[in-house]
């Protein structure tokens, strides 16, 4: 010390400034503030040869302009401004760079960081290394948060942990697990045992020995390889590799079912609800899979708008392609029942919602019958009656030749009006 102070002494000093250099290698009592304008050593076989640079502990070297290790044991700060908080053998060689603690462990870019750990390495700007062993932060803005001999190479990448994994492409993730190689530019690996992901945008979530070399591609599994640009593919464990063939394909291998809609597939693929399939190039419904059981086709109807489900069409000779009310007796030109009558849909629907109404061409649907030209029995045919909408019992089988409508799967007494359940089989 160049000049000495009364610090804390018998005569009432308690504190002071010290305008020049401090060396302190034993104790020191302070009862009051210290200033210290220049360098400050403290602790035994210290070094500090860098300008205002601050170093404690023991065995510590401050060498860089205003650099501080603050404790610990043979640690070094040699970059500017750079800091070593404690730890055994670490140095901040990097200007700015900074250790939290640990051992034996470098940043030695300018902003690099390690918080601690045992034998990593930040050695690229703005690197970073939240601890682990043996983990390295070489790319630009990269980070590892921990775990055992991981590395993030690639600008801007990141291994949050696990064991082993790379994450050499710019902006690339490997969440954890063991072995994992992120090597595309934006690739994401979730986690899981040995999975590579190499093309642009390209993501695996996670399983065992998944690859996805096409591009904006994803794998998940057990072996699965995304091969091909814009593909989704996911294996279960039931076989070996499961590999794309062509670009933008949806690949699925699961032995116990798929559902949608359902957690308990019974069959390859189970779906609970109803199936809509559109047109490839308009968009418009095509074909809908429902719980009804009729098979129903989409048509527009002259009088739409006095039809309801259950109502009997025929074909309307002066609208070619439309159907229209039926209203006589044995009318040839009958068509179908309109669906949806009891609250019952359609089992398949074409052209679905594209038409005024959809009308039951085969399968079981209510129809509305008229019992006034007979009583009606299941198993008897029915025809048009001149009630319009409705039908009614066959009793001129002659005339009859071109004009049933089908089968009546319900009674219905002499005169009644109503709605029973039809089979319907135009002949």
Known sequence: MPYAYRVSTVDGATGGIISGD?????????????????KATLGPYNTN??????????????????????GGCSNHASGERSTVSGGNSNWATGDHSTIGGGLANLASDYYSTLAGGLGDTANHPYSTVGGGWHNKANGNYSTVAGGFDNGAKGYYSAVAGGDRNRAGGEHSYVGGGFADSAAGPYSTIGGGYHNVATGDYSTVAGGYGNSV?????????????????????????????????DPNQFLIRASGGVGIGTNDPSRQLTVRGNILIESASTGDPVVE??????????????????????????????????????????????????????GMGSGVRLGADQFDWDVALAGR???????????????????????????MLVKDYTRAQGAILGKAMQSL???EKGEILVLVTLQ
């Open 365 to 391: 649907v209510y129809c509305k019958v008229d019992a006034s030209y007979g009583a009606v029995s299941p198993g008897e045919l029915l025809t048009t009656s001149p009630n319009p909408g409705y039908a």
């Open 49 to 70: 040869t860098g300008s205002l640079a601050f170093v404690a502990g023991s065995n510590n070297t401050a060498s860089g302009l205003h650099s501080t290790v603050s």
């Open 22 to 38: 401090v060396a302190i290698q034993s104790d020191l009592d302070l009862d009051g503030d210290l200033r210290i304008t220049g």
């Open 289 to 342: 899979l429902g719980e009804g059981l009729d098979y129903a086709e989409g048509f527009d109807v002259s009088d739409h708008k006095q039809i309801a489900p259950g109502a009997v069409l025929v074909i309307d000779s002066n609208n070619p392609g439309k159907l229209r009310m039926s209203d006589r007796p044995y009318d040839s030109r009958v068509a179908g029942i309109v669906a949806g009558a009891n």
């Open 213 to 245: 070399s096409g591009n904006y591609s994803f794998a998940g599994g057990y072996r699965a390889t995304a091969a091909y640009r814009g593909t989704f593919i996911w294996a279960d464990k039931s076989g070996e590799s499961f590999e794309s063939t």
């Open 413 to 415: 007494s002499e005169g």
